[in-house]
């Protein structure tokens, strides 16, 4: 798994304890440095790495699975085409983009919101939704309440 824009990395704890290999990349290197490293039995693996998710040399590496939280919409509205088809370089053919997505409307940002509508044209077929769910009000912050969805997509043939 990759994560990328991970800060100090909460989730990459949480996915490490899950058991999976996870690869998380942050620009902020104090924020690679205070992320927490995994503990526990059964944990997976983390390599935390401080650079950029554009032009980092990921190699040998391929990812089953890209998570996010909170990167595409904290980055300019105009980079969206471009972090999907770094997505879809650094992900396997059949692997998966999941994450939590803001979906919220702003006047200004960042955060800027990801509509159905902006989603459809980013993400149009053969990508395809194997979940869309709201997220609980008490799982995000107070910016994000009522405006965030679990979403799990993979670009069908
Ligand atoms: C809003 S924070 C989200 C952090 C974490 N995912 C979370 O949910 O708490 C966005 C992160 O993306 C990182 N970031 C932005 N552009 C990046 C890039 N090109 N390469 C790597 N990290 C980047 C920033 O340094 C920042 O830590």
Redesign the pocket.
């Known amino acids: 798994m990759l ?9 990459v704890v949480a996915f490490t304890q899950a058991g999976h290999e996870v690869h998380a ?4 290197r104090p ?1 690679v440095a205070r992320a927490r490293q995994p503990s526990g039995s059964g944990a997976g693996r983390t390599d935390y790495r401080g ?6 040399d990921f190699a040998p590496a391929s990812f089953d699975f890209i998570y ?4 595409l ?3 300019p509205v105009a980079w969206r085409a471009r972090i999907v088809q770094r997505n879809g370089e650094l992900r396997k053919a059949r692997g998966s983009l999941l994450g ?1 997505y803001f979906s919220g409307e702003t006047t200004e940002g ?2 800027h919101g990801l509509s159905s509508a902006a989603a459809a044209a980013l993400f149009p077929p053969p990508f395809t939704f194997t979940l869309d769910l709201p997220l609980p009000d008490e799982e995000s912050l107070p910016i994000f309440k009522g405006s965030e969805r679990w979403q799990e997509r993979y670009r069908g043939h």
């Open positions: 994560i990328p824009g991970c800060g100090s990395g909460y989730e990349i942050d620009f902020s924020a650079g950029d998710f554009f032009t980092h996010e939280r909170t990167f919409c904290a980055r939590i960042p955060p």
